[in-house]
């Protein structure tokens, strides 16, 4: 069941009639029920493994907790008789008992993951090298079912199972409320990803209709349909035409089909991401941003902590945390200081751990090179610009040029351009058409078909252009608005009349000027001769 | 306060309500310049509901046999209900949905659409079902017809299948938000230009001959339909030579109108008692016939029909007279103009 | 504390720790600041500061930080 389908919205209408209906203990069973039934309904086989990560995290939570609570009766029970070195004996065998517990869920969980995600591309890669050995042996690929949203439930089962092991939340002890946190379908598709500790103080409680939320979650989802419907689905056009006929389209409508996919992509995941929090708000229930103006950031690394905001602090808190100050890593650092000197050493284990995560970040979007390529691309501009770091300083230093707008829309558009750069590799076929069709950007000289109507030849007509430049504007203005606070709350302020075409309006645009259904076509409809 | 709500409330509903059933209005195809062919359903409604002949199916009916020829020559009063590539549960559909209004003395299906056993085209089933009124029939000749693609929310609420409309827009959709304009008569497309038939192809060797057994299902229950309902079924073919009509199907049909007691016509095997000719009287090399081609076998079918049935001359019924001198006038009008600019070209 | 407020003074010399208690929640530190910090920390005072500690709350002041690696000398 797709957002874009008339079964979601069905389905949405339905739930939030049930919701405020039910006495409101029961609301967040109702939640859970709809959830399976979402799950069930895109196929009923998903629900297995999603059981089994639900159950496998909750019950070896449970258990970590256990062994934790268990110490501190001890301790406490032999308080006063306990040595110093006893203390801390008893205390490292609780640890290491916890962590068999803590490896156990982690390793079942990554491992269903990793085998249903990645076995074809082992097997790919395998059968490269066998044969390039000459071999003429091959493994054949095999057919695995991929549960919709699985990355993005397992991250947040797994973040949960962190969560507990580190002791910074307490562990869930009904099973049925964890199962809803597993699987709240609005989050599923494509995240956010939630941490147990924000989602858990909203998911559970009763929640009485008000209007004012209500009709700010229906808001949000509107504008979610309008990125998504009018904008993302318009130009998706133009850019699977670009990026699928690598052959007809080089040179400058490579830059075309860059420009056009930053917009999709935008629209789309910001779309999706606001039908996914409105639907929530709808419920009285608050699920963490997951953008943050994403397009005005001022360098890659701004720019990742302000888009797919949850799944960065995701990769932050437990891995690229954990691995950087590690043991290990900290006597890394120690011998690098001595070797490579203070200013370089101390960042060694910077460099090594944000690589382990921006490999883990490529593999995560898709088994493919392409990613792997992508997510190194994002590192290796990270790093270099935290090199360059004491460059830029001097030169702020000598041209202050660093709070004259001028200067800032150059880095915004600096920015713009290098992510675009990178996304290339999300769109071709293998990492070596990707370069080469970067590389015919510098060499075709065709820049005129920018302006020379080339483009309506796309499968966009120039009312398409019109509609897209348009909306693109609207979000803009609208981005614009918010650096002083919700459009929302800004609308609502106004008088009835002006509230009521605001949001009429813009249900009126996304009913017409949405890209839905099969879509007319004069044609279709010549009679044909019967 | 309360009240001021509840105004707001109400005016607010008003608006969108209105808005949107404007903007369906105009968004909707007007079939009146081009492919007139969506509007011929639709024109059904407005009618006196009280004929003695009613024509279910498709182009085959629709343009070959015309409804003016059985009036002025035999006093029948006759109706097509047909439209392009109409399936065979469309028609039993339409034929239900008639029966709602009235019950004819006979009812003349055309066997060509036995050649569909599935769905085939979303545009195809928009222009057959968008006219129909809603009644169950309708619900029921919807769900028969969709395409995977296509969505029963798209029927009820046609501004969803047609919102992209907006772009293409012309004055006609203005001028006739409201007002109607006939293109046929009653269910007759008329075509006075002629395209002698040449070269015609002989139909491709096909897998299978039998007809499908979804579309035997629904020639059954239009049997028993008629049968329930004490009207006579007629099985036609039209004379059209293509799509082509295989020897396989003929004699499908021929057994099955054996069986079930039914009359069966075959005009393609008729052309010398019709006088046909296929050299003036079609106007596409064959695959329609144009005014002359069809008031010959029209006028062939209504002396079956009178003999068949024994049915009444009603030329005397002074009401229904007049109205035919109208709809006559329209016809001839309508004759004319086609003439002229046929002359023009 | 004073051999803290080295470690951070180093880092970024143009801010003031003494009064600031926003310096993750207004993004001074990002994450690559608090790796250094930790390791630095971890060398100049031997007390590891695990993940489970990077909270904003523990790196928002050089106070708080403070009084983390007491907690955590403590522990020991």
């Known amino acids: ?530 | 306060m309360k009240r001021k709500r509840i105004i707001r409330a109400v005016c607010s509903v008003l608006v969108v309500v209105s808005t949107l059933f404007m903007l369906q209005k105009l968004l909707l195809p007007k079939y009146v310049s081009d492919v007139v062919e969506g509007r011929l359903i639709a024109e059904y409604y407005a009618e006196e509901k009280d004929h003695d002949v009613i024509f279910i199916g498709d182009c085959e009916v629709y343009e070959n046999f015309s409804p003016k020829i059985l009036w002025e020559d035999y006093g029948i009063n006759s109706y097509i209900r047909g439209s392009a590539q109409q399936l065979i549960w469309q028609s039993y559909y339409l034929l239900e949905d008639t029966l709602r209004y009235e019950k004819p003395k006979v009812v003349v299906f055309n066997v060509l659409a036995l050649k569909y056993n599935e769905p085939q085209s979303e545009a195809y089933n928009r222009m057959s079902l968008e006219g129909m009124r809603w009644s169950m029939a309708k619900v029921k000749a919807i769900q028969a017809s969709m395409t995977d693609e296509e969505h029963f929310l798209d029927y009820v609420f046609p501004i969803l299948r047609y919102h992209s409309r907006w772009s293409s827009l012309k004055a006609e959709d203005v001028e006739y938000l409201f007002a109607d304009r006939k293109v046929s008569h009653n269910g007759y497309y008329m075509r006075v230009d002629v395209k002698p038939a040449k070269d015609v192809p002989e139909g491709k060797m096909l897998a299978d001959y039998r007809f499908g057994e979804n579309a035997y299902r629904y020639l059954d229950k239009m049997t028993k339909l008629c049968r329930d309902n004490g009207i006579e079924l007629v099985l036609v073919k039209a004379p059209s030579l293509y799509p082509y009509w295989y020897d396989e199907w003929e004699q499908q049909i021929e057994d099955y109108a054996r069986q079930n007691g039914l009359l069966y016509i075959n005009f393609l095997e008729l052309a010398e008692e019709t006088g046909l000719d296929y050299n003036s009287d079609t106007y596409d090399g064959g695959l329609h016939l144009n005014l002359s081609g069809a008031e010959k076998i029209t006028a062939y079918l209504g002396q079956v029909l009178r003999d068949e049935y024994h049915l009444a001359d009603r030329r005397p019924e002074e009401r229904l007279s007049r109205i035919w001198a109208d709809k006559a006038a329209a016809y001839e009008q309508d004759r004319k103009r086609q003439e002229e600019e046929m002359e023009k070209q | 504390m004073e051999e803290l407020m080295e470690i951070l003074t180093n880092l970024h010399p143009d801010v003031d720790f003494e009064t600031c208690d926003t310096l993750v929640d207004d993004k001074i530190l990002d994450s690559f600041d608090i790796v250094t910090i930790i390791s630095e920390v971890a060398d100049a005072f031997d007390v590891a500061i695990s993940a489970q500690y990077i909270l904003p709350e523990h790196f928002n002041s050089a106070r708080a930080l403070y009084d983390l690696i007491q907690k955590l000398e403590d522990e020991e």
């Open chain 1, 1 to 530: 069941m797709f957002f874009t389908s008339y079964e979601f919205l069905g389905f949405l209408l339905l739930l939030f009639v049930c919701y405020y209906t039910v006495p409101k203990k029961f609301q967040w069973m109702l939640l859970l029920l709809f959830s399976c039934v979402f799950y069930f309904m895109a196929d009923p086989y998903y629900l297995i493994y999603i059981s089994v990560t639900t159950v496998s995290v909750y019950y070896l939570g449970l258990k970590i907790e256990e062994q934790a609570e268990k110490q501190k009766a001890y301790l406490a029970a032999h308080k006063g008789t306990l040595g110093k070195e006893e203390k801390k004996a008893y205390k490292e065998r609780v640890r290491k008992r916890q962590t068999g517990l803590f490896l156990a869920a982690l390793i079942l969980n990554l491992g269903i993951l990793a085998v249903l995600k990645y076995t074809n591309f082992v097997i790919a890669n395998v059968n490269g090298i066998l044969h390039a050995a000459g071999s003429g042996h091959t493994i054949a690929f095999v057919d695995l079912l991929l549960p919709m949203g699985i990355s993005f439930y397992t991250f947040q089962a797994v973040g949960y199972l962190i969560d507990v092991y580190r002791g910074t939340i307490p562990a869930e002890k009904n099973l049925f409320r964890f199962a809803l946190f597993v699987s709240f379908f609005p989050q599923l598709v494509q995240g956010p990803i939630s941490r147990f500790n924000d989602l858990s103080q909203t998911l559970y409680e009763e929640h009485e209709f008000a209007w004012s939320g209500f009709s700010r979650g229906l808001q949000r989802i509107l504008w979610g349909y309008f990125k998504k419907l009018v904008i993302a689905d318009r130009i998706l056009i133009g850019v699977n035409e670009i990026i699928r006929n690598p052959d007809d389209y080089t040179g400058a409508y490579v830059f075309a089909g860059m420009m056009f996919y930053a917009l999709e992509l935008y629209a789309d995941f910001t779309g999706g991401i606001d039908i996914t929090i409105g639907a929530a708000q709808c419920l009285g229930i608050r699920v963490t941003e997951n953008f943050n103006r994403p397009y005005f950031s001022k360098s890659i690394k701004e720019y990742w902590r302000r888009w797919h905001i949850t799944m960065g602090t995701w990769f932050t808190d437990y891995i690229f945390y954990p691995i950087s100050i590690s043991r290990p890593m900290l006597k890394i650092s120690k011998v690098s200081r001595k070797y490579l000197g203070n200013r370089i050493g101390k960042r060694v284990p910077v460099y090594l751990s944000s690589f382990a995560v921006w490999l883990a970040t490529g593999v995560w979007h898709g088994a493919s090179w392409n990613f792997i390529v992508w997510g190194l691309g994002n590192w290796a501009v990270i790093m270099i610009s935290q090199e360059l770091e004491p460059l830029y300083r001097r030169f702020h230093a000598r041209f202050s040029v660093e709070d004259k707008t001028g200067f800032r829309i150059f880095q915004i558009v600096r920015t713009v351009l290098l992510m675009s750069c990178l996304r290339t590799f999300d769109c071709y076929r293998d990492v070596p058409l990707t370069f080469r069709m970067f590389g015919t950007m510098f060499t075709a000289g065709n820049w005129n078909i920018l302006w020379d109507g080339s483009l309506l030849g796309l499968g966009l007509q120039l009312t398409d252009y019109a509609v897209l430049l348009a909306g693109t504007v609207l979000i803009f203005a609208v981005s614009m608005l918010q650096r002083s606070g919700s459009v929302r709350e800004k609308i609502a302020a106004k008088p009835y009349p002006v509230r009521f075409a605001v949001w009429y309006g813009l249900f009126l645009i996304v009913l017409l000027m949405g890209v839905y259904g099969i879509g007319y076509d004069a044609s279709q409809f010549i009679y044909n001769q019967f």
